[in-house]
């Protein structure tokens, strides 16, 4: 009887220890379950990136033409960098030394005022910065828009316009106006540049957009 009653107790024993390590094992596999489902999720958030702006500044409809297609292709809010007093055909005058065009780039206090403002530029993670090429440089008014706000923490891509002048030192010169940004190698695009063209500097440019 004695042997019986130890035989019975074995068995009670037994079958609670695996029970035990049953539920172990079940908590284990839900634990490390929901890791991954975590991991999963910040992953897909650092793909889809943050919200992207493209602000430009377009004199003959250039490179508003270009900034649009970057717009459409990335899924940017769009802001148009509109001069206060507009430019007239003559102050675009590049053959006239007193031109305000002409006048403005030879300043390097001038700052043109703008226009309206972005009320939330703190949203945007991303931002295209777009000029045409004046005397090989940004307008002095991309000059007052980059003094304007904060790019502290943010991507910076600029790209330009021109006939044949290459981008050279303008970015480099907007990138000395800000602090703490990440600025990315910029693009130059003629006045017709097509969209296969700018959507594959987009692609080479590595950078994830939110829908």
């Not at 960098?81 to 300043?107: F, H, K, M, W």
Request: aromatic share 10%.
């Amino acid at each position: 009887m004695k042997h019986l009653y130890l035989v019975l107790s074995a068995l009670l024993i037994a079958c609670f220890l695996c029970a035990c390590a049953s539920g172990g094992d079940k908590e284990t596999v839900q634990n490390t379950t929901a890791v991954q489902e975590a991991d999963k999720t910040s992953e897909n958030t650092a793909d889809k990136g943050g919200k992207t702006l493209v602000a430009y500044f377009s004199a003959t409809g250039n490179t508003k033409a270009v900034a649009e297609k970057i717009g459409e292709t990335t899924g940017a809010d769009i802001f148009e960098i509109v001069p206060a007093v507009p430019y007239t055909e003559a102050d675009l005058n590049y053959g006239d030394d007193n031109s305000r065009a002409t006048a403005e780039q030879n300043d390097d206090s001038a700052r043109p005022e703008i226009s309206g403002a972005i009320e939330n530029m703190e949203e945007y993670d991303t931002v295209f910065i777009g000029y045409p090429i004046w005397w090989g440089q940004a307008p002095k008014i991309m000059y007052t828009f980059m003094e304007s706000y904060d790019f502290n923490g943010k991507t910076v891509i600029p790209f330009c316009t021109s006939g044949s002048s290459p981008i050279g030192s303008s970015a480099e010169n907007m990138q000395s106006l800000t602090t703490g940004a990440n600025w990315l190698e910029g693009q130059r695009f003629s006045g017709g540049a097509g969209e296969d063209e700018i959507n594959e500097w987009i692609d080479s440019l590595g950078v994830s957009f939110a829908e």
